[in-house]
C-alpha cells in the first residue's frame, strides 16, 4: 500500500502564504487503485474535513471554505501532490492530511493509509 508524507506546513500571519508538500512512495495515480489524490484537514477539537481533490485527468474540486484561495496540483514525475494555499486566515489552522483514493460517483473515498500530517498555525 502506498506511503504518503506531508511536510511544510509552519506559523505564518493571517493574509500569507504556505505550500504543502505530500511524497508517495509510489505513484499518485494507479489503475484501479487510486485514481485521484485527495487533501484533509482537522482543525483543533473539530472533525476532518475534506479540502481539496484532484484526479488522474486533471479536474480538481475545492470546499468552499477554500475556493479561490488553495489551488492543489501533482507532479507525477516526482510522486508529489502540492497545496498552494494563499490568504491564508485563522480558520485555516489545522493539520493537512493528504491521500490516494477514488471517486465512487461524484464522491471522494480516500483508500490509503494516512500518513502523520503536518502542522498549519495561521495567527491573526
Known amino acids: 500500500q502506498v506511503r504518503l508524507k506531508e511536510s511544510g506546513g509552519g506559523l505564518v500571519q493571517a493574509g500569507e502564504s504556505l505550500s504543502l508538500s505530500c511524497e508517495f512512495s509510489g505513484n499518485i495515480f494507479t489503475p484501479n487503485v487510486h485514481n485521484a489524490a485527495g487533501w484533509y484537514r482537522q482543525p483543533p477539537r473539530k472533525e476532518r474535513e475534506l479540502v481539496a481533490t484532484?484526479?488522474?485527468?486533471?479536474?480538481?474540486g475545492y470546499a468552499d471554505s477554500v475556493k479561490g484561495r488553495f489551488s492543489i496540483s501533482t507532479d507525477n514525475a516526482k510522486n508529489t501532490v502540492y497545496l498552494q494555499m494563499n490568504s491564508l486566515k485563522p480558520e485555516d489552522t489545522a493539520d493537512y492530511y493528504c491521500?490516494?483514493?477514488?471517486?465512487?460517483?461524484?464522491?471522494?473515498?480516500?483508500?490509503?493509509?494516512w500518513g502523520p500530517g503536518t502542522p498549519v498555525t495561521v495567527s491573526s
Open positions: 491521500t490516494a483514493g477514488t471517486f465512487i460517483g461524484t464522491r471522494y473515498s480516500p483508500n490509503s493509509r
Open positions: 484532484i484526479t488522474r485527468d486533471g479536474r480538481t
